[in-house]
């Protein structure tokens, strides 16, 4: 019965917590919808959209990217408060000590997350649009871009790069639940190497030096990452030494 009764508490919470995070989604999704002209053209100003003539090519283009615009924006503004709200829930299963350490996470979180899409926005992105454009110059096509498409590659770009710089926080937990340790990362390098070389050439255009531009990038975020697992792991789960006593 007391069991049950915690059951229902905790979900009680967890809804209590999932319709604030939902109801602060809603409020910047109307400032999102605000806003959308403005983002817009800060998107359209930008070096490689000035190259690009957006065309509509049915009456819903418009409404869609101005609900895509205020979707991302309204993401951004609640990743935040999702990720608190998150740490907030299992508060009470952790120690002090535990909690002010994953409490720094959610700052962590959403500074790489925009770095991550800050990164895809300035340099892969506009990358692969030069490719793009410059494949269909070689082949004699009219460019005729519509605009629902481009923006729909865009997300498609900055959203996988976004989680992508996630690898830090991600792999530093999975160490502080000791599911990661520093043998298993030496054995998983080779095969994670093959792996972020496979999303890079995913994300990237078909070329040797955009795969290079992204795949880099983050091998070098993998070893950052592997670098804090493992100091993480020295720090806290190393065992002492036990030296003879002399006498």
Not at 18 to 25: D, E, P, Q, R, S
Request: with cysteine.
């Amino acid at each position: 019965m007391e069991m049950q009764e915690d059951l229902v508490r905790h979900l009680a919470e967890l809804r209590k917590r999932l319709i604030l995070v939902a109801c602060w989604f809603f409020v910047t999704m109307c400032a999102g919808l605000y806003l959308s002209p403005k983002i817009l053209q800060y998107i359209k100003s930008s070096n490689v959209s000035t190259e690009v003539e957006w065309n509509v090519f049915s009456f819903t283009d418009g409404l869609f990217i101005y609900l895509r615009c205020a979707f991302l924006f309204a993401f951004l503004f609640t990743l935040p408060l999702l990720l608190y709200q998150t740490w907030a829930f299992v508060r009470p299963g952790l120690t002090e000590k535990e909690a002010k350490g994953t409490l720094a996470y959610v700052p962590a979180s959403f500074a790489l997350f925009l770095a991550g899409v800050s990164f895809s926005y300035f340099l892969v992105f506009p990358m692969m649009m030069r490719f793009m454009m410059q494949m269909n110059h070689t082949v004699g096509a009219v460019e005729t871009y519509g605009i629902d498409k481009y923006f729909v590659f865009l997300f498609s770009v900055v959203f996988p790069l976004g989680v992508a710089f996630e690898m830090p926080i991600v792999m530093l937990f999975l160490t502080r639940l000791g599911v990661l340790t520093p043998e298993r990362l030496t054995v998983t390098r080779k095969y994670a190497y093959v792996g972020l070389a496979v999303v890079g050439s995913c994300i990237s255009p078909p070329d040797f030096v955009s795969h290079l531009s992204v795949t880099v990038p983050l091998i070098v975020l993998f070893e950052l990452s592997a670098l804090l697992s493992r100091r993480y792991a020295k720090r806290h789960y190393a065992v002492p030494v036990l030296r003879p006593d002399p006498t």
